[in-house]
């Protein structure tokens, strides 16, 4: 058996060094939907991807307009964010939602799929469960550690946007832009059918503070 040398010679000392972490660089990647719970079932996903994008990035710019216009306190929030760009990637679905916040304005694209080295940050579940973190039905942190999302890249980025979207409150009524006689029964209606759909999907216990098990 070969013997253990620091690096003075001296046998017997195994001398463990340091390696610098840098805590912004998240080294954890999981794009399996297997290991994710409440995946939208695959003919549907493939059905999707038959779709033009046009459409949807239309309709996304739409609601998010709809959202910034309703709080716009919601840039001041973002800090680290600002000029990041996002990878909102819905696992279950043939596309990825590039998201750059600004100071005024918000920048999205829909893609196929991401290039290396195309967004600071990537934020990765299945389509209910983001949906689910923004209406607060879901906590990042529980869906992280029971490995029902997947962070990458710039964390302090993700962290502020995360944290906007959280001080934001945003609801179903809010990012459709519906007047406020309106807001009541579509919100509630819109929970229940999510409820129903996580129930169905087998999707993750809700966890955030909005969640139907947390009230």
Known sequence: MPQLRDKTGQR??????AVPYEPRILLFRVKTKSVMRGNIP????????????????????????NAMAARPSFAERLGEGIG????????DCPFVFLMKPGKTRLEL?????????GYDARIAAPMLVLLGM???????DALFFSRDLVIEGDTEAVVALRNA???????????????????????????????????????????????????
């Open 165 to 215: 979207i959280e001080n934001a409150d945003l609801d179903p009524s809010t990012v459709l832009g519906l007047p406020g006689s309106m807001q009541g029964p579509v919100n509630r209606a819109a929970r229940m059918l999510f409820a129903r759909l996580r129930r169905m999907l087998d999707a993750p216990e809700e966890s955030g503070p909005n969640g139907m098990a947390a009230s």
């Open 42 to 65: 695959s003919l549907v996903a493939n059905a999707a991807g038959v779709l033009p994008l046009l459409p949807l990035e239309v309709i996304a710019r739409r609601l998010m307009a």
């Open 134 to 140: 923004i209406d607060g039905t879901y906590d990042g």
């Open 84 to 91: 990041r760009v996002f990878a909102i990637d819905p696992i």
């Open 12 to 17: 017997g000392v195994l001398r463990v060094e």
């Open 109 to 117: 694209r829909v893609v196929r799929q991401t290039e290396a080295g």
